[in-house]
């Protein structure tokens, strides 16, 4: 009987640290005292109130915005300015202007003054005013390749999603199941230690009538009184797995549980590696996370080469400044033509091409980025080779666990049978007073540990599924 608590004990040590911890956002359910769950919800609750997972939506909704906006490198640049200016001391210049009456205009010569010219002071303007605008346009294939790659990041940000989601999912899946085996584990020594007691019982009716002697009656109360211990160790190590289940789901910690699904009898099914290599080897999850790192490195060695082919430039501007004093005269209607009053100083129209020779040189900076991410390229490819080297190990792996699971499920329910037919009958034979109490507890250990050893090939069928369809992206069931 110690054997079969130490098998107990080691078992739920097992379970007990390959349960999840995570301390987690308390979710909308987290008020409820006692909340009936299914194993789906319990998937759902957990993709909530992740909150590794919320951090990496936010990124993928930076990304997003960065995606939709990534054209905005081909707006075009434009500025428009005002300035009204005033010096703090007026400055005045000399001219020489014609002094005198005009006498006579002569045609395509001008005005005739009777008088001589001469040079005299002339006040500059108190306030000057000037308007100016400014648009250029730039265009180039890096601008292009630029905007793609934002997408290509974008895309990496949903995938690293679904990566972050399918694997909580599946360590949900299996958390929720391997509670429930605990659970199972514990009704089994439950219904051990209920056995030892009739035992026992049995034992002080048949020592009273002088039927069997002390040591047989103590024997069965030393089995019975150690047995109680190990039915605390394993609640409580239950207590704390479903503790560590609830903190995974963002549920409180006073949040009773009750488990909708129980532990049933999968359907088993036989797989053919080969045939999911061939299918599914491409639909994994890390494998087109590499392909998608292919894909930016390969965009990066675009945007380089982009940086050396020309820049088409287009740029108009206009700053016309007022010619006179703008705190004092007119500034639209008081001439003839408006351009007596605004005189244009450096607008211009332009068109003009561009291309970096520098760049072209050997062991340039952008040569050596070329060369730089062609190595990176080629390291990413042999990465991929190990990366579906490992993949197919691993499918092959847990292939042969399915099959080694099946395999053992039909020879442990036979054995169960046995056992379970071998304890019945020793129980009656130890009723009867012909078979000894070290004989009917060698009974029980066994038919516990064939009932405990399909429960637990059972739990690893299930478990063995699940990580093969996280393998391969898809599902099996």
């Not at 239950?238 to 409180?252: D, M, P, R, V």
């Not at 062991?363 to 579906?388: C, G, H, P, W």
Request: glycine share 4%; net charge negative; proline share 3%.
């Amino acid at each position: 009987m110690n054997k079969f608590i130490l098998t107990i004990g080691f078992l739920f040590s097992i379970f007990l640290f390959t349960t999840n911890a995570g301390a987690l956002e308390t979710s909308d359910l987290s008020g409820d005292k006692a909340l009936k769950l299914t194993v789906d919800e319990a998937v759902d609750l957990a993709l909530k109130n992740n909150l590794g997972l919320e951090s990496e939506r936010l990124k993928l909704e930076q990304k997003k915005w960065a995606m939709y906006t990534s054209w905005n490198p081909l707006i075009p640049s434009t500025k428009l300015s005002f300035s009204l200016a005033r010096l703090n001391e007026r400055k005045s210049i000399s001219a020489t202007v014609p002094f005198g009456n005009p006498s006579l205009t002569i045609p395509d010569v001008g005005t005739v003054y009777d008088s001589v010219l001469k040079t005299d002071a002339i006040d500059m303007p108190e306030w000057g005013a000037s308007l100016s605008f400014d648009t250029t346009f730039v265009l180039n294939a890096y601008i292009v390749f630029s905007i793609y790659n934002s997408v290509l990041d974008y895309n990496s940000g949903k995938l690293n999603i679904e990566i972050a989601e399918k694997k909580i999912e599946r360590d949900v899946r299996k958390n929720y199941y391997n509670l429930l085996l605990i659970r199972q584990n514990t009704e089994l020594l439950k219904e051990s230690v209920k056995a030892a007691e009739n035992r026992y019982n049995q034992a002080v009716a048949n020592y009273k009538n002088g039927l069997v002697p002390e040591y047989t009656m103590l024997a069965a109360q030393v089995a019975y009184e150690n047995m109680k211990p190990a039915v605390l160790e394993i609640e409580n190590g239950y207590f704390l797995a479903a503790l560590s289940f609830k903190q995974t789901l963002g549920l409180n910690s006073d949040v009773e549980l009750d488990f909708v699904n129980g532990m049933d009898t999968p359907v088993v099914r036989e797989f053919n590696c080969d045939e999911l290599i061939t299918k599914y080897i491409d639909n994994r999850l890390d494998v087109q996370s590499l392909y998608r790192s292919m894909n930016i490195l390969k965009n990066v060695r675009n945007i380089t080469i982009a940086s050396m082919t020309p820049t088409f430039i287009f740029r108009a501007s206009v700053d016309p400044t007022f010619q006179k004093d703008a705190g004092k005269d007119a500034w639209f209607g008081d001439s003839t033509y408006m351009s007596d009053n605004w005189k244009q100083n450096s607008g211009m129209l332009m068109f003009s091409f561009s291309l970096p020779l520098d760049y072209y040189f050997p062991f340039s900076s952008k040569q050596m980025d070329l060369v730089n991410n062609n190595y990176q390229l080629k390291q990413t490819e042999i990465a991929m080779r190990q990366l579906k080297n490992g993949a197919e190990l691993e499918i092959k792996s847990l292939v042969l666990k399915l099959q080694k699971s099946i395999n053992s499920l039909n020879t442990l329910r036979m054995t169960y049978d046995l056992a379970e037919k071998a304890y019945n009958l020793a129980e009656i034979a130890y009723k009867a007073g012909s078979k000894e109490l070290l004989e009917v507890q060698n009974s029980e250990l066994e038919y516990k540990k064939a009932k405990n050893n399909i429960l637990q090939e059972e739990y690893n069928y299930t478990t063995a599924l699940l990580d093969l369809e996280y393998a391969l992206n898809t599902k099996l069931r």
